[in-house]
Structure formats: structure tokens, C-alpha cells
DNA sequence: GATCCTCGAGTTCT
DNA sequence: CTCGAGGATC
């Protein structure tokens, strides 16, 4: 065969390989068998690995994988990727309608409607109608080159039709999401080579696709929807429906399932259809997303800082699972609190298998009447917390009798005594389950820092009988610590230095540290500082601790009947005497100078740069406050990846919102 | 007495 | 993150 009928045979194989694609993996109506595309792309490989000079990036060929990347580069977006605000309520869909009319001064602002699916959002880029790079979305200005890993999903057009005369330049919005069946295989695979499978389609999608090897991402299932135009070369579609068709027509796959609306009530019944739609659908959404369907309305609307003003991502009810309560336990807390606890028959919610669900209280059981056996319907409030929704009436089922709190702690056998809505263990000095507790608040992070001495070795010391009360960990011995399983000399070791390093301790933390109730982080400050040694606020009256900013009759009290515990003197009586030395607060500095002086900031979403910890204190350093909820005093809201609802309430109050590079530029000196 | 702002405490799974 | 409740404020 003559080189350039090689070539032209090579050319009809694309074109034809890329035909197939389309109507596979994009309209999902194949014409061809699996094995007669199999013939073709074999084919077509062993033509290129005869002529390799012949061999081009947008080969279909060039799919499956090039050598693995040490790290995945940044790249600036051409436009800022935003994300959507978010609504639950049909109200609050109402409100965004009346807003649009207002704003726009129409009756009829017509929208798009379309489902939201749950993947990862991309940015796809498009040269003279070939693929030419495509990035993750990052933090909406920088994102992760993943041009290669995209390369490799088949629903990916590499090259538009020609023959519907794509834009020079062109730039899509897509979610790169994984079929559940897909999902299921994929995981099934990869437990039976003995690796862990993925949690859910979303994140099997995210770490597919962001892995550094792209022979990985290929052989994973990955699939693709495109529903926005970033930018382009030429004539913007006048609407958005039009630049769907647009997308479709240039061989790029958009959601199918989508509709045009000419009311706010058409889009209400979209939502509704969708989501009867949705069990059956094969791949995950999570809503549906409302537009405004005009470009140019859009473009009169503009954005926030963080999404647009003409599009809101309208949820669904949060997913509910049905199972069983199998037993109503008891956990006792370290203040001794009482807390049931529904064991139920692990099932699946959104992803996550969950087997437990906090029942809160015994009001909480009572309000929701459930009881062991009964069937329930399990969802997972704000998406992670997994709780009871409702009791599901079984017809002609027979109950068991409704929960009683336990009227002797599970754990220690003492009574019960009822406070408000919730019940406690009176046997402070000996219930086991308030021992540990205590312990382990005692060496936490936030108090003295203990390292090396978590839930598990707690549970260890205090069941061989080693510790009794806090005191007791100061005259742990290395030999004792050998005794215990799991315990060489390496571990014994830095736990005992550990120990040692905790007794040089500010009064702040030790505060903390006891454990006493209504004294958190932020009133042991308030105290630390007021009073400056343990001495002084132990010898104080309720008068003078009334005076005090922040502590009323509550905290007051609760700290006299703390102290005034023969037992709790002499506990710290012991600390002290076994070189514990508590520090007063160092006087207030502000290294920083005081241009925070007054503001108040809350953090939400994560923090690429520091931890919050580290984020507060450079606040602090600059003579700010930092507080966990946001008010209409709050000063800023720093709102990092991922934020959560404190940006919402953020907005709403016409808070100030920084990002997380705008919040360094404030606390860097010059 | 009511309202707003904050804090404390408990919680699931990976 | 959310809930309940303490404390400040008007």
C-alpha cells in the first residue's frame, strides 16, 4: 500500500471511529456491533503503530493514555468558573422569579430548565474545532490541567463537526460525572484486586479524572455532559436553549432531558417531573438548574461575586432511604449526658452507608415515635449528618413498646437524673463512660495537647486501672505503658514525652481542659484573662464573677459547684504537685498592629494556606476577632473551597465576602 | 420580655 | 454543621 492511501485509509478510520463514538456514547443509539468497532479500531491502531509519523493528538487512538505526570499544572480560566446558588424551597424559586421580573421589568422571563448533575465541573476549550485543553474547575479562577485525562472519556468529542461550522475559539462548561452501573463495576473491579472502592459516582468521577496517569483515567468510565458556552468566537446564540442546540449540533453531549419554560410554574413542574425521573435515570443529579433563557438578559443581570444572578441551582428534597431500627443504645458523653442512639440495618444514603443515627434525646425519640423494629426513613441532613426523617407506618404491624431512658447509666449503674430535655449519669465519680470522656477532653487539641493519647489508649489506661482522675496521667510510668498491648518502647516513649511537655500549660487550656460544663474555649479565655491564675478565680465570689463580661448566673454557678467539689480541689491540688505549671496569659500583643481592630471575621469551606487554628490566629495578631456564625456584625466572611451555609447567610445579611487570597492580602504586613 | 448574637456540645464516616 | 440555650441589649 502506497504511503498516502495509507494515510487516507487512516483518515476514513477516524471519521468513522468518531461517528461511532458519537452515536454511542453521545445519542446512545449505536449502529454497529461492539466487535465490528473493535475490527475498525484495531485497525486503525495497527495502521499507526506501523506508521507512527501519522499518528495525531486527536486520533481516537490517543484516548487511552499518555505516561504519568508527576503533578497536574495549574491554568487560569479564560472566564471565572462560578458555581450556582443553591435553593430548597418553592418559595424561595418564587422569589428568585419575582426578582427577575422586577429587575428586567417582564412578565415573562422565560428560562431553560435542565437536571443538575452530580459530577465535576470542567472547562473544555476548542481550537479551530479540535480539543485543545481542559481544566477542573479549582477555585473558579485556577483550575487543574486534566487535557490528557479528558482525552481518554469517549463521549468527549476531539473534534466537532465540521459540517455544522463550529466557532474558531470556543469555550464549554461540562460536568464529567460516572453511570451508577458504571460506578458499580468499576468499584466491584477494584475490591477484587483488594483496593478500596469509592464512596460514590461523584467521587469515583473526581479521583478518575484527576489521577496523574491517563492510562487510569481511561480505564475508568467516565462520560460527559456540556451545558454552558463560555466564551466564543462569533455570534453568541441569542438564548440559552439555542446554545444548547448549538452544543449538540457542533457534536458535544448536552442534557437530554431538558425543557423550555415559559412560567415559574412550569419550572416547578419540571422539578417535580425531574425528580420522579430521578431513581430511574442511570447516573446521579441532585437537582435541576434554572436559567434565564435571554443571553442578553443574562448579560444585564451580570454575577456576584460567586455566581451569577441569572441562574440558581434548585435542589432536591435530600435524599431518604428506608431501613430498620435494630436497637435504641445509649451512649453516655463525657458531661454524662444520656444519648440514644439508633442502630439501624446498614443502608445506602446518597452514597454513604450509614448504620447509626443520633437520636438526640428523649424528645427527640418521643416527637419522631420510633421504636426498635420500627421502619424509618434515613436521610442525611445537611448531606453529611445522617438522621431519622420520619417513622414509615408499616399496616398491621405489631410495635414494641416506645423507648424509656434507662433510669441507671448502661455504663456505670448509677441514677438517672432528668435536666431539661436531657438526662445524665449522676455517678461522676465513677461511671467509666464520663472518665474517658474527661480524659480525653482533658488531652485534646484545644486543651493540653497530649499527643499520642486518643480514644483508644484512654479506653486502655483507664481499663487497667492505671487512671483514675486527670491527675493520675502525671504519675504514669514508662514501664506501665510497656504493659499495655500495642505499647513498644517507641510509642511508650513519646507518649511520655508528650505528657512531660503538657505540664507547661496556659490557664486558657487548663480551664478548658477540666471540663468544667458551660466553659468552652471561649469562656475559658474570657476567665483566663480576667482572673490570671487558677488561685484567684478559684477564691472568687459569684459577685465578682457576675461582674464579669460574658458570664451570667448560668456559667457562674456552674463554675462554684465545679470548685466547690472536694474532689475536683484535690484533683488539681495533685495536678500541681505533680509539676504542673500554669501560665497566665501573656499580655495582649498585636505584633501585627491593630489594623483589624474591631472586625469581626467567620470562616467557611477549607483553607488551602492555613488551618483555621492558624487563620484565627493571624487575626487575633492583627487585633481581630474570629467567631463561628455570621450576624450583621460580623465584619467578613472568608470563604474558602467548598463554602457552606454561613456564605448563604453571609449574602443575605450584605456581609462582606473575601476570598481566600483577598483575606491573606489583609493580614500580610505591607 | 423579646430579640439577637454567640458559645458549647454532640455527631457520622472515611 | 446544627441545635439548644446563655448572655447582652434594647
Redesign the pocket.
Known sequence: MADHSIAQRIAALRREIRHHDHLYYTKDRPEISDAEYDRLFRELVDLETAHPDLITADSPTQRVGAPPLSELAKVSHEKPMLSLDSIVDQEDVRAFDQRMKRELETDQPFYTAEPKFDGLSVELVYDQGRFVRGATRGDGMIGEDVTVNLRTIRALPLQLHAEADPPAHLVVRGEVYMRLDEFQSLNRRMTERGE?GF?NPRNAAAGSLRQLDSRITASRPLTVTCYDIMALAGPNPATHWDELESLAAWGLPVPEHRQRCRSIDEVLRFHQTTDALRDNLPFEIDGIVVKLDRRDWQDQLGSKSRSPRWAIAYKFAPRKEITVIQDIAV?V???G?L?P?ALLKPVEVGG???????L?NAD?VARKDVRVGDTVKVER??D???AIAERVPVPGEERQAPFVMPDHCPVCGSAVARE???FYCTGQTVCVAQLK?AIEHFASKSALNIDGLGKKTVAQLVDAGMVNDLADLYSLTKEQLLTLEGFADRSATLLMESIERSKAVSLERLLMGL?I????????RVLAKHFRTLSRLMEATQDELLQ?????????ASLASFFSEARNREVIERLVERGLTVNPPAAETHPGGRSLAGK?FVF??GLAGYSRDQAKELVERHGGQV????????GYVVAGTD????LDQAQKLGVQILTEAEFTALVTPG
Open positions: 478500596e464512596a451512649s458523653g463525657r458531661t449526658t444519648t442512639l454513604v452507608t450509614i448504620s447509626r443515627a443520633t438526640h427527640e441532613a445537611g453529611v449528618i445522617p431539661g430535655a436531657y470522656g471540663g460544663r458551660q466553659v468552652g474555649q471561649h469562656i475559658a464579669v463580661r460574658e458570664i451570667g448566673p448560668e456559667i457562674s469581626t467557611t469551606g467567631s463561628s456564625s455570621v450576624s450583621k456584625k460580623t463554602p457552606g451555609s454561613k
